[in-house]
């Protein structure tokens, strides 16, 4: 009986061991997790001493197009339709105000309607491949963010795959973007972006596009976008 006692309390004690050590192998994979979820997302940078019109901000992650004082802010989604209409109301206005140096403009791509993509996060690839374009072929970045809107998916479509969204980058002249498209590198980084976004006073939630003039919420008028009354106006 003492025996079977002794074995008794020695089964007892190797239960608790591995109970213990179940529990920490628990916590250090939920630490671990944790960890991972809160860690900052790969972030694109410019090259050192770049001198491209196009430029990454370092602090806000924006795509930086021109030298201006003053700073036109679009946070887009490229499958986003009023996305789409605005650039196309806006686009000639804003060329002409980057290229007197009246403004900087600042593009942060979102991936806001991801779950508009039928499981394939168009949203997330498609912000994470302008960022590639814009760290590896800068002077690429504009003509590639008008073929995104030029060969913008419909909303509740797969979207653009990896390869056509590397032939468009192709087209608009990148030459040094194709694997980092195709491995989507900052995919999490939209995925940052979107959460950091900020809400315009009164609405519900985030939505896109957001446009901030010198850092001042545009409110574009129920008739639509104009680029004069949003923009212009709102500059000093």
């Not at 990454?56 to 996305?83: L, W």
């Not at 970045?141 to 980058?169: I, R, W």
């Not at 608009?172 to 194709?178: D, R, W």
């Not at 006073?201 to 008028?221: C, K, M, Q, Y």
Request: proline share 4%.
């Amino acid at each position: 009986m003492a025996a079977a006692a002794k074995n008794r309390s020695l089964f007892a004690v190797i239960i608790s061991i591995v109970v213990v050590v179940a529990v920490v192998a628990v916590a250090v994979l939920v630490y671990m997790m944790n960890r991972q979820a809160t860690a900052p997302a790969a972030a694109p940078t410019s090259a050192d001493g770049a001198t491209a019109s196009v430029t990454i901000d370092q602090e806000s992650g924006a795509i930086r197009v021109g030298s201006g004082d003053q700073t036109v802010t679009e946070y887009i989604d490229f499958m986003c339709p009023v996305c789409n209409s605005a650039h196309a109301a806006y686009d000639d206005t804003l060329s002409e105000l980057i290229s007197n140096d009246t403004i900087t403009l600042e593009i942060i791509p979102t991936n806001l309607l991801d779950n508009y993509s039928q499981g394939t996060k168009y949203s997330s690839r498609a912000a994470s491949a302008a960022y590639c374009v814009a760290e590896n072929d800068p002077d690429a970045f504009y003509p590639y963010m008008d073929l995104l809107f030029d060969n913008q998916p419909s909303e509740n479509t797969e979207g653009l795959t990896n390869d056509e969204l590397v032939k468009l980058a192709e087209r608009a002249g990148a030459t040094n973007s194709s694997s980092c498209i195709t491995d989507e590198t900052y995919a999490d980084f939209a995925a940052q972006q979107t959460t950091n976004m900020p809400i315009m006073p009164g609405a519900s939630g985030r939505a896109t596009p957001t446009i901030l003039v010198n850092d001042e919420f545009v409110s574009v008028a129920s008739t639509g976008f104009n680029a004069e009354n949003d923009l212009v106006a709102n500059l000093d």
